[in-house]
T-cell receptor, first 113, second 111 residues
Framework: DGGITQSPKYLFRKEGQNVTLSCEQN?????MYWYRQDPGQGLRLIYYSQIVNDFQKGDIAEGYSVSREKKESFPLTVTSAQKNPTAFYLC????????????FGPGTRLTVT | QKEVEQNSGPLSVPEGAIASLNCTYS??????FFWYRQYSGKSPELIMSIYSNGDKEDGRFTAQLNKASQYVSLLIRDSQPSDSATYLCAVKGDSNYQLIWGAGTKLIIKP
């Protein structure tokens, strides 16, 4: 089955710790994205990557980092510099010919206390 | 600041009726428009995309785009309780790959 996987589904961390969220896709999509969703708000773009070894900051990149060493993988690290890290994190991917159509993984709900 | 606006709801519709969801956007040059369905605690699922003025039908769903008035709507015919979800409108911005998202409309279908 082709799709996007994110792990873990729920993640709990103490303040001051870095944490890495996994995102893997076997759709052979070129582009991958990380979003954050908070209650009652639209999705906000953290980072996106169009090709391997290249990525761009989205609207709220501060306190986050990413890598794209393989086409199928786009992990997100939430660093201790992120002031309000508790949120629902969504990974998505897209590819030609419909590059604008983004498909989402199941999400990771991160709670930092 | 480019924006996408949706009524947060909840919008309550009787089972079997037509549910009408609306979305307005601020960027006149937007070309691509999307409706996603999101069940509580789950990730968004793409249900409709529309790129040109007019109507696009897919099963019980119809997307309507009016670029002159800068709005896009989603009609759901013969609404079912399983249609109860939050519906997100997304519009392609001016940079490659970036979508601008509305906050979503919560739809409740009453049996």
């Amino acid at each position: 089955d082709g799709g996007i996987t994110q792990s873990p589904k729920y993640l709990f961390r103490k303040e001051g710790q870095n944490v890495t969220l996994s995102c893997e896709q076997n759709l052979n999509h070129d582009a991958m994205y990380w979003y954050r969703q908070d209650p009652g708000q639209g999705l906000r773009l953290i980072y996106y990557s169009q090709i391997v070894n290249d990525f761009q900051k989205g609207d709220i990149a501060e306190g986050y980092s990413v890598s794209r060493e393989k086409k199928e993988s786009f992990p997100l690290t939430v660093t201790s510099a992120q002031k309000n890290p508790t949120a629902f994190y969504l990974c998505a991917s897209s590819s030609a010919p419909r590059r604008d159509e983004q498909y989402f993984g199941p999400g990771t709900r991160l709670t930092v206390t | 600041q480019k924006e996408v606006e949706q009524n947060s709801g909840p919008l309550s519709v009787p089972e079997g009726a037509i549910a009408s969801l609306n979305c307005t956007y601020s960027d006149r040059v937007s070309q691509s428009f999307f409706w996603y369905r999101q069940y509580s605690g789950k990730s968004p699922e793409l249900i409709m995309s529309i790129y040109s003025n007019g109507d696009k039908e897919d099963g019980r769903f119809t997307a309507q785009l009016n670029k002159a008035s800068q709005y896009v709507s989603l009609l759901i015919r013969d609404s079912q309780p399983s249609d109860s979800a939050t519906y997100l409108c997304a519009v392609k911005g001016d940079s490659n790959y970036q979508l601008i998202w509305g906050a979503g409309t919560k739809l409740i279908i009453k049996p």
